[in-house]
């Protein structure tokens, strides 16, 4: 992700890449961010909040609680799109989204947060007479499932049920499963070959089915988001957001 | 052609009482119920939602065979082996779709197979058995680069999974690619489900709403895939099926066949 | 507290396949009792009973041929018939202070004329498909199409049985007017029915519908809005056209209350 960030940030008009960071001891450290960009890729997360305006990171969890404190301590904003986040770590993310602005996308394509919203509209106006099933499809090397999309799309579908889905969840399904619970939110997935990333959202009634389904050819699209995020989060008071904050969508 | 129904009164022998009823080229010869059932005496295809027709629903089956060229079973299993009996003893065709058999019961099917025309599948349905010959045939043409995935959406009634339908979907995988269904199936993922084994098939299985079954089978590969998908809107596909299996058997030398015969698929 | 009384419903074209199964939904529905049926003059049901003829149980109403007589005897009436009696029936309705749930498709602009103009009387609800989940998607499709903006191509697809004589369905043309209306274009200008040959790239902005039809679908309809590098689609599968009828009730209950005006399926359903 960081190089196709990179990438996106170069080509962006009003956009310029500041400065790029790598894990201590990785091999990219001293080569070029960017071509043509004049700067390398150090392992001082120090120097690039102090030189930016605004940082993407979409790098690994343990890291992202450091992130959000020199973005704090900078007064830098902080897109981060970092997911499996433990709950302490996020608590001092919270912390610092109080010091500064930091947008935590679940998901940064436009079109997925799009589907989100309609998910939700869909789930609150629809009574549970109709079952909400919701089918991820992914690439043969993700190695866990469900992915952060089915289980977001879940849990718009529950937001808009006003439910926990915690409480309503039905993940895997084999063998004597009895009838299905009114009210329960299933996932399933699909996994194989270097799929695009598809997901599908199923409100099953009697007499009629509606489906809303978003496929993901590109890595583009959230690379896209983060440049938007970004570009939103400039001069925004601090706080902690969302991609719905920033697409207008919430 | 006279077609007998035994079971006449449950969900599938009314529809197939209807749907011989409404075929042109076939007549109903009678039909039969459980001993003890309300039904006994009463008018066939009145019971079925037709008009009178004043053929009654007997709990003895002998007559029924005595008087059919060929006979649709789609009842009990317990009640399998009286009735191929009666289809060898008569020299009946028998169109056999019932699920569940133990051994002693397909023993019995078997054996009538010895003396008569036997059509025996789990799944009637003509795009169903279509769909199984085609997933086995790109399964055995397509290698291990392409993974293979079976998605099924089932009402929200329907008590297992994954469907009998899709176990024989990942069963003709398998078999294309001369593998066993049990080493390779992936049933459920669920949290940290690790690479993709090599040639796995894997199973997902949506439930909800009112949907009589819907099958797709995934072949990923990379920078493309292939589906197959078939989509029941009624219970009539297993009936028009069965029918069609009647149609086919009558004057069939004696021998057990299965719906690939009738399709023509084997 | 004091029950409601029933509410009378009366189905004109009730023989049709949609009539029938409007008079079967208000035998079954608790909260609705049937008023009559009626039928075009001439046609061979007249006298018959109105529940037998649709296949129930009789219940001693006879098919009849005043349509005029209907409309004064019942509260509601719920027409999916044909055009060319709508502004018959709007008439009747604005005359007798009718409540009239209008299903009928095919309506043209001289017809919507007329419903505004009974909407001065009486309560309209007006809606060329009843169904919960057309309806959802029209918000939905606003929604997306708002937000998503000019860089998404809009695409329909409609898939229906072997006998349906119009195409596209006029759900399809509806969705396709959704978007345009979005997106302050004309949709005559927009719409692309047909591709055939070296047609050249799409043209930016045009809505395309792409129809199948075979089989016994009763009707799925599909939104695609394609951008770069990610495709959104938005489907509608209907297997049974009971689910008009129970929207039709549903609209005839809604209407009960309401002060005279022209009022569409949405505003029954609170999708708005």
Known sequence: MGRLLVQEVARTPGCAVGGGTGRPGSAIIGRDVAEGAGMAVTADGEALFAACDVVIDFSVASVAAESAALAARHGVPLVLGTSGIGTEDQAAIAAAGSRTAIVQPVNTSLGMNVVFALVKRAAAALGTDYDIEILGQQHRKKVDAPSGATLALARAAAAGREVDLGQVEQRGRRGAIGPRPAGAIGMATVSGGDLSVIHTVFFAGTGERLELTHRGTSRAIYTRGAVVAARWALGRPPGLYSMADVLGLA | ?266 | MIARPLMRIGVTGCTGRMGRLLVAEVLSSPDCELAGGCDRAGSAAIGEDVAAQAGLDPVGLTVGDDAEALFRSAEVIIDCTHPAATKNHLELAARHRTILVLGTTGLESEHHAAVDAAALETVVVQASNMGVGVNLLMTLIERATAVLGPGYDVEITDIHHRGKVDSPSGTAVMLGRLVAQERHQDFAEKARNVRHGATGPRRPGDIGFAVSRGGDAVGDHMVILAGHGERIELTQRAVSRALYAQGGIRAALWARDKPPGRYSMRNVLGFT
């Open chain 2, 1 to 266: 052609m006279k077609i007998g129904i035994v079971g006449c009164g449950g969900t599938m022998g009314r529809l197939l009482v209807q749907e011989v009823v409404a075929a042109e080229d076939c007549a109903l010869s009678g039909g039969t119920g459980r001993p003890g059932s309300p039904l006994i005496g009463r008018d066939v295809t009145e019971q079925a939602g037709l008009k009178p027709s004043d053929l009654i629903v007997a709990d003895d089956a002998e007559a029924l065979f005595q008087a059919s060229d060929a006979v649709i079973d789609l009842s009990v299993a317990s009640a399998a082996p009286r009735h191929a009996e009666l289809a060898a003893i008569h020299g009946v065709a028998l169109v056999h779709g019932t699920s569940g058999l133990d051994a002693a019961q397909q023993g019995a099917v078997e054996a009538a197979a010895g003396r008569t025309a036997v059509v025996q599948s789990s799944s009637m349905s003509i795009g169903v058995n279509l769909m199984l010959e085609l997933t086995e045939q790109v399964a055995g043409v397509l290698d291990d680069d392409y993974d293979i995935e079976i998605v099924e959406l089932f009402h929200r009634n329907k008590a297992d999974a994954p469907s009998g339908t899709s176990l024989a979907l990942g069963r003709a995988a398998a078999a294309g690619r001369g593998g066993d269904l049990d080493a390779l199936a992936i049933y459920e993922r669920d949290g940290e489900i690790g690479p993709r084994p090599d040639g796995a098939i894997g199973f997902a299985v949506l439930r909800g709403g009112d949907s009589p079954g819907e099958h797709t089978v995934i072949f990923a590969g990379a920078g493309e895939r292939i589906e197959i998908a078939h989509k029941a809107s009624s219970r009539a596909i297993y009936t028009l099926g069965a029918v069609a299996a009647a149609r086919w058997a009558v004057g069939k030398p004696a021998g057990l066949y299965s719906m690939r015969d009738v399709l023509g698929l084997a």
